[in-house]
């Protein structure tokens, strides 16, 4: 079995910026494609960032492009989000997620077959 355990949400100003990380155990992290994922209340989640297993290959949303960054310690089984220029509409609930079975960063949730159980992400204006 995974587990995926995130950590670095919190409540930031507008305009500032956020790390969040996901530590992975239970199997081969260097395995899986890695992504983060995120839920607005009142909304579907919704697809943020991914990045393959040797993390040489990204994909973002284009409502976050320019600002975050997904990036990948295969040292230390984790993945990380560095979020800058937040804004009020990136609060939400943020997930990772572990995708083990394609060799290209996916943006639908249908490739992911492990998940963390979210931190908060809140943004005020």
């Known amino acids: 079995q995974v587990q995926l355990v995130e950590s670095g949400g919190g409540l930031v100003q507008a305009g500032g910026s956020l790390r969040l990380s996901c530590a992975v155990s239970?199997?081969?992290?260097?395995?899986?494609?890695m992504g983060w994922f995120r839920q607005a209340p009142g909304k579907k989640r919704e697809f943020v960032a991914a990045i393959s297993w040797k993390g040489s290959s990204t994909n973002y949303a284009d409502s976050v492009k320019g600002r975050f960054t997904i990036s990948r310690d295969n040292a230390k089984n984790t993945v990380y989000l560095q979020m800058n220029s937040l804004k009020p509409e990136d609060t939400a609930v943020y997930y990772c997620?572990?995708?083990?079975?394609?060799?290209?960063?996916?943006?639908?949730?249908?490739?992911?077959?492990?998940w963390g159980q979210g931190t908060q992400v809140t943004v005020s204006s």
């Open positions: 239970g199997r081969t992290f260097s395995n899986y494609n």
């Open positions: 997620a572990a995708d083990p079975g394609t060799t290209t960063p996916q943006a639908p949730e249908v490739f992911y077959d492990y």
